[in-house]
């Protein structure tokens, strides 16, 4: 792991990725915090992981409790879901039983 | 305050009752200055209350939890009753279901008194980061009551609930409760469904009780632990049934405990801390526990580990606040596009969007391998270290945090140096192990100073047997 450098480019980047509009005044701080949660990161460099599965969950480490009793996962089975009124009271515009949104094809 | 298992015990003989426990909470509530509630629910409160003691009257109770009054984070989804994660992005939204933790508690007779608030989708130490007003410890004003759980600790704390439920992912829980001088519980990871609850960092969440005594915690898990087929990361064991066990537990039960701990934490702490850690150790042994060091080596890079994984979790979870659906929508976008980022660059505070652009990057091309993937196998080598220990002791003590509640204010100056008090509650929470925090002592100037418990996975009866026999030493 080589160390890195961030830039404001880099930055707004990744903002984009995460459709977040960084503001130019703003670019700086975000830049800044980046570059030392990153910098503190480094130390991962010194640890070596050669051979080593990596854990993405606990769960994985106690995978025998877990299917020792198939209830841990549910049946496939086809059931009520909630009314259609119901999933669109929190709708921001919603018409005729749906939701509602700007142009998705827009213009070039 | 008297424990949630003796006052169902007077309930019952009708010393007291739920509507005078309840109006006694909303008072309490009602005449703090703190701002811990986001939504106060007095009149749904008093119709739980009437209801439970109609059970009562006719020795009918549901459980140790009936007509006991209760807060939950506002992480947490409740039917028909505003959640809004402390964000601004879901400062409306009214969930149309209810989440497994919410149902179960008032299933089993709960007053749900009210949803109180938090960091922003539990991102911070402080309650700090939202859009709400900031709560504060109730222990004295000019202190924080530490996060993201800070409001559920202070309204245990100051008596407008007897319990919270709130979440901990990397200490969330843990850390209020040391600093308000309560109790906080982190169950093993997988024992409580997540159905309902806020998704901040998935494979590290967990709901978490507070309250003032451990004895409450066996009254409280027993109805968030049955099995819940809507969330497959929790463990198939079933309801945790521990109540009359802790209620007879005793100090010589901690006879012949082995209890492990590591000076590089212990060390690491400021003095007030660690003359309470070294007292700690002294007290074990004096209940006749063997003492051991023990060494994590992997554990001092938790901090980059946890917010590396935390962070990419995090980008991936909060992806699906896209403003079409439910929460804020812009009303600046013509396009969808648009609509996306204005709306969440609108509704998301400084620290979410700080989180979700250092989990982007590390998971973006290029960086995966070197960052996400590299934090994974040395979680895999903390989770490694605990295995090991655990063949040398029954627990591992350690401090909560370096030192004892931070002033107001202070995560303001540099958001990446809050990160690094994360460092005593975080390396458990990589390996899903359960740990609690119970209070022990306090500094010259009265601010509570907790200490840390951390047990074997899925072993949360031993860890809880054991802080209970602790807790009545005399």
Do not use: W
Request: glycine share 6%; proline share 4%.
């Amino acid at each position: 792991m080589a160390k890195l450098s961030v830039t404001s480019e880099q930055v707004k980047h990744v903002g984009k990725l995460a459709k977040l509009e960084i503001k130019d005044s703003e670019v700086e701080a975000f830049k800044e915090h980046l570059q030392k949660v990153l910098d503190y990161a480094q130390e991962l460099a010194e640890v070596n992981t050669d051979g080593i599965e990596p854990l993405f969950s606990p769960v994985y480490e106690n995978i025998d409790i877990y299917t020792k009793d198939e209830s841990y996962q549910r049946k496939d089975e086809i059931k009520e879901s909630l009314a259609n009124e119901a999933i669109l009271r929190n709708a921001p515009e919603k018409s005729q039983g749906q939701f509602k949104l700007n142009a998705v094809i827009e213009e070039e | 305050m008297k424990d949630i298992f003796h006052l169902h015990e007077q309930m019952k003989l009708k010393k007291t009752s739920a509507v005078e426990l309840t109006q006694e909470c909303l008072k309490n509530a009602n005449e703090s200055k703190n701002p811990v509630f986001i939504s106060k629910l007095d009149d749904r409160a008093l119709l739980q209350a009437q209801r439970a003691q109609e059970r009562f009257s006719k020795n009918q109770s549901l459980s140790y939890l009936d007509g006991i009054p209760f807060t939950l984070k506002d992480l947490f989804i409740t039917q028909d009753i505003r959640t809004t994660a402390s964000s601004k992005i879901l400062y409306n939204y009214i969930p149309p279901y209810d989440g497994y933790v919410s149902e179960n508690l008032q299933k089993a007779g709960g007053v749900l008194i009210g949803k109180v608030s938090c960091d922003q989708f539990g991102m911070g130490s402080t309650n700090e980061n939202t859009p709400f007003p900031k709560c504060f410890n109730p222990v004295n004003d000019a202190y924080v009551a530490g996060g993201s759980s800070g409001a559920s600790a202070a309204s245990v704390k100051e008596n407008s609930s007897y319990y919270s439920i709130g979440t901990d992912t990397g200490g969330s829980t843990r850390l209020p409760a040391h600093f308000c001088g309560i109790v906080g519980y982190k169950p093993t990871y997988g024992r409580v469904s997540r159905y309902g609850q806020i998704a901040f960092a998935s494979s590290l969440d967990q709901a978490a009780p507070l309250a003032n005594s451990v004895l409450d915690m066996g009254c409280i898990i027993e109805h968030i632990t049955s099995k819940d087929q809507r969330d497959p990361t929790q463990a198939p064991l079933g309801a945790m049934n521990l109540v009359s066990q802790l209620s007879q537990a005793k100090p010589s039960d901690l006879k012949g405990k082995k209890i492990g701990y590591s000076s590089y934490f212990i060390e690491a702490c400021d003095s007030e801390v660690k003359k309470a850690m070294y007292e700690a150790i002294d007290t074990f042994k004096k209940l006749g526990c063997e003492c051991v060091e023990i060494d994590l080596p992997h554990a001092k890079y938790s901090v980059s580990v946890y917010y590396l994984i935390a962070t990419s979790e995090a980008s991936a979870n909060l992806a699906r606040f896209d403003g079409i659906h439910f929460g804020h929508r812009t009303n600046q976008a013509s396009g969808l596009e648009e609509t996306y980022i204005k709306s969440r660059t609108e509704g998301f505070g400084d620290e979410v969007k700080r989180r979700i652009l250092i989990g982007t990057f590390s998971l973006s091309s290029g960086y995966q391998d070197a960052y996400f993937s590299k934090a994974c196998k040395v979680r895999r080598l903390i989770s490694n270290d605990f295995k090991e220990a655990f063949n040398k002791c029954d627990f591992i003590l350690n401090p909560v945090c370096a030192s004892a509640a931070f002033k107001r204010g202070e995560s303001k100056s540099d958001p990446f140096k809050m990160y690094m008090n994360d460092l005593f509650t975080i390396p458990a929470s990589l390996s899903g192990l359960p740990c609690l925090s119970i209070p022990f002592s306090q500094t010259k100037e009265g601010l509570p100073i907790g200490i840390q418990l951390i047990g074997k996975s899925f072993q949360d009866e031993e860890l809880l047997l054991s802080a209970r026999a602790f807790e009545v030493r005399q």
